[in-house]
């Protein structure tokens, strides 16, 4: 075989090789920074945020509308403190509310956005005053039970 | 040589047969690996053979990595679709590939298609005398033949591994996202933020770039060590064959026992 074909599909071979393997780190993995740039940050305090994880999806009416960035832990407030990234384009009221959600029963945690009624806009940095936090399962049954036993109680 | 019957004699034959191997084969990689500053000097030695080993084994690999991938989809979704979480389906596909399938069942096609060509073509140069005439030539056959091609699988076999991965999850995405309708956001979305690039994806290339080291070096000394007659270079392609596939799976064992261990 000629030298330089040989040359040529040794390059080729080494270049899908390593391409290879920048499409398993952009595409799949999660090398790729959160967003594309174009995009705003704010910030809401959650009591709990349960299962929720970075790079769970933001959305809106079901629509992703941007991504959680950054999950720290406010050790003034003793809350979660979750940064999200906003798609540019999307513009929410300053009396908007965010709550975590579930996708299905089982599914993984995403942060719910509900538009208030507000004629201002949040803009980047703004803190989501109104939040709800994650549904803990055994809390929901403690409840449960407590509020049995004081039906109980009553009809006694 | 003692004939190996069913005898204590044959037994301690065996042992001291197998360990004697075991030795020899130790010596003949610390002598490639010393004898590899001709591949350094001379790269064109290394680029012929990452021809061969690699370059070659790209087809069986690619379509062997898309089939893989497809019926991952196929399987995954079945099974998630009764727990109603058919989006996990890109992590599936995306963590059984990069993690365990990419590096493993490309070192298998690897050993199979190449590392036995490597065998039957240096047992074939032993038995004809050609290594013997590159001696008389004060041509050191080890830094000339063995250690190109023992870079060139070390070199291709990662590449291989990761192009194995990466046309599974295409195969994976063409059957759930394309044919079933698996929605297109939550399959990679999900995947992006289960698939870690250290934890999982350097792991993998760690991996197959440990399966390279071994299904070479065991295709190497099958081949130098081989009776120089017909019937000793087809047993010891069979070896290589049987050797390697066993050595991977032993690796890959301890490799995920060690790597995967905390998480």
């Known amino acids: 075989m000629q030298r330089s074909t040989l040359d040529l599909w040794v390059g080729l071979f080494v270049m899908a090789g390593i391409g290879a393997l920048l499409v398993l780190a952009m595409k799949v993995g999660n090398m790729s920074a959160g967003g594309n740039g174009a995009s705003y940050q704010l910030v809401a305090q959650f009591e709990n945020i349960g299962g929720l994880k970075p790079r769970a999806p933001v959305k809106s009416a079901g629509v992703v509308v941007g991504r959680v960035s950054a999950i720290q832990f406010d050790n003034e407030k003793f809350t979660a403190r979750v940064t999200l990234n906003i798609d540019q384009q999307y513009k929410f009221p300053k009396d908007s509310s965010a709550s975590i959600l579930t996708s299905g029963l089982l599914g993984e945690q995403y942060i719910g956005l509900e538009g208030g009624g507000d ?4 803009n980047t940095g703004d803190r989501i005053k109104q939040t709800q936090s994650a549904v803990v399962l055994e809390k929901l049954i ?3 039970l407590y509020s049995k036993a004081a039906d109980g109680a009553d009809k006694k | 040589m003692i004939h190996k019957g069913l005898s204590i004699r044959g037994i301690g034959a065996r042992t001291i047969d197998s360990v004697l191997r075991l030795g020899y084969a130790a010596r003949f990689i610390a002598r490639t690996v010393m004898s590899s500053g001709t591949s350094l000097r001379r790269p064109r030695l290394v680029i012929r053979e990452l ?3 690699g370059v070659l084994s790209l087809i069986i690999i690619l379509v062997s990595g898309l089939f893989v991938g497809m019926v991952l989809g196929f399987q995954g979704y079945h099974t998630l679709q009764t727990y109603g979480s058919e989006s996990a389906l890109g992590v599936l596909v995306a963590l059984s590939l990069v ?3 990419g590096p493993v069942v490309s070192a298998l096609l690897f050993a199979s298609r190449a590392g036995s060509a ?4 240096i047992g074939l140069m032993k038995a004809t005398e050609q290594l013997s005439a590159m001696e008389m030539m004060a041509v050191d056959p080890i830094s000339r033949v063995v250690a190109p091609r023992f870079w060139a699988g070390v070199i291709a076999m990662p590449l291989l591994a990761a192009m194995f991965s990466a046309m599974g999850i295409f195969g994976g ?3 759930g996202v394309v044919l079933i309708g698996v929605d297109e956001g939550s399959f990679w979305s999900q995947m992006q933020s289960a ?3 250290r934890n999982d994806i350097m792991n993998g290339v760690i991996k197959s770039a440990v399966f390279g080291f071994a299904v070479t070096w065991i295709s190497l000394f099958e081949g130098y ?5 017909a019937e000793g270079v087809s047993g010891a392609t069979t070896r290589t064959v049987v050797t390697s596939s066993l050595a991977i799976l032993a690796l890959d064992f301890l490799l995920t026992a060690f790597m995967f261990r905390g998480l």
């Open chain 1, 119 to 122: 004629p201002a806009n949040l």
């Open chain 1, 142 to 144: 403690g409840q449960f």
């Open chain 2, 51 to 53: 021809y061969f080993t």
């Open chain 2, 99 to 101: 993690r365990e399938l």
């Open chain 2, 118 to 121: 490597m065998t039957a073509e």
């Open chain 2, 173 to 175: 995405y063409l059957v």
């Open chain 2, 195 to 197: 698939v870690d690039f």
């Open chain 2, 225 to 229: 060590d081989a009776p120089p007659t």
